[in-house]
Structures are given as structure tokens and as C-alpha cells.
């Protein structure tokens, strides 16, 4: 049997977590890693006691044909990063790893070019996470410098809407 490098044994990980989730368009699947220990999880899904995508039998985005990157107020979901944030001490995040995978429902493949959208780049960085490292294939992966890459190189300035 392959051994995995660390890098994918975590993003398959969090791909397995991704494919919990309730939405119809895409899933992703997040966790958060500190000392080579997994401190949070999070999938997409609705707030808890609302109505997911996969319950009502639509997608607000997808029914709308809203871009991506575009309208998340039209999304009734809490992201992936945003539930494993919220579900983690700040204590435990500061210079942590979060593993990112995302996947199209439509297909089951690997959302292409698959980042986190503005908002979530916000809360990663108040977060104090310090990494954001994201699938592109089976074996490939970015790894985003939180500081150099969201904080300095602030793409809001220059409105390109993420994702
Ligand atoms: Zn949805
Ligand atoms: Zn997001």
C-alpha cells in the first residue's frame, strides 16, 4: 500500500469531510491542523436546524446561476472554513494549517483553482491561522502563505472577488 505524504494524508482527510457536505453545487471539506493534530473540522452546510441545499432539493446559487465569487448572501450555507473556525479555540489556530478541498456535485471532481472565498479569507486571517494549503489534484496542492498571500497582497483593493 502507498504511504501518503503528510500534505495529502491530510487532504484526504479533508476531502472525506468535504463529501458530508449538504450543499448541491459544491462542497468543500476543511481542517484545521496544529502540531500534527487536527483541532477542527468543518463541511458546508446550513446553520444548525435550517434547511440544507440537499433538503429543500436546490441551490439558491445554482437555481440563480450566481457566479462564482459572487452574491454569498445568496448562499444559505456556513462554509467549510467558517465551521471549522468557529468550532476551534483562537488559542489552538494561531499558526495552524487549514487543508482546503473542494468538489463539484455535478461531476465529483476537484473544484478547479479552488480557494477560499473573501469572506472566509477574512476570518483565516483573524483567525491567526498561518497556512491555507489547497487540493488541485489527487497528488498536487498549493500551500497559501496567510500573511504574504491575504494580508499583504490584499486582492479586495483591486475588487477581484476571490474564490
Ligand atoms: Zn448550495
Ligand atoms: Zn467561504
Redesign the pocket.
Known sequence: MERRDKYNYYLDIAQTVAARGT???RNFGAIIVKNDQIISTGYVGAPRGRQN?CDLGY????KFNIPRGQRYEM???VHAEQNAIIHASRADMLGATLYLVGLECSTGNYVVGANPCSLCKRMIINAGIAQVVVRDTRDQFRIIDVQRDYVEKDESLDEIKGY
Open positions: 450543499c448541491l453545487r441545499c441551490c439558491t446559487r445554482e448562499c444559505r450555507s
